[in-house]
């Protein structure tokens, strides 16, 4: 997979995939929902990971959590995490393919697809369906080359727990 780079007002907006989240996952000991130490954001830790200089804006590309209490972790959750220094195999990021489509969710879109979620996976053990399959239908991008960063956690509408682009869901 290919690392996504897109500049604005001087700041570097990078897309982070799976590998480098999975690596960035296994330095984290905690976060606010479970540790009082959690104060730096999940961010900080993408940038010590990738031992790159300059201003960075993170994307994730794929959802997280925390490895310790299982809360989902986005850009700017607090974490506290191992190391001051990142390690030698950790300065890499992973690539997307060059015709792999990132969609940036906004508010109103994300609105809409809210409406439509019957259940999630926390509240229904019938949820089948991945929250971004729903996205796929509501933007029309196709599912094979397409994934999505959404700009906050949906909301389900019948337990009101946390939705991210990968939970499992009953749609309406």
Partial sequence: MKQQHFSTSGIELVVVGPATLLNAQHRITGCRACTLSATRPFEALLHRVSGTEGEKEYFLGF????????????????????????????????????????????????????????????????AEVPFDQLLDAITGCDPRITEYVICRAAKCGSCRQEIVEKTL????
């Fill in 63 to 126: 959802p997280t959590q925390c490895p310790k209490c299982s809360a989902p972790i986005f850009e700017k959750t607090l974490v506290d995490f191992t190391g001051n220094e990142p390690d030698d195999d950790w300065t890499y990021f992973d690539i997307y393919d060059e015709d792999q489509n990132v969609i940036f969710i906004d508010e109103g879109t994300l609105l809409d697809a809210e409406g439509f979620v019957a259940a999630c996976e926390n509240c229904n053990d019938q």
């Fill in 169 to 172: 869901i009953v749609p309406r």
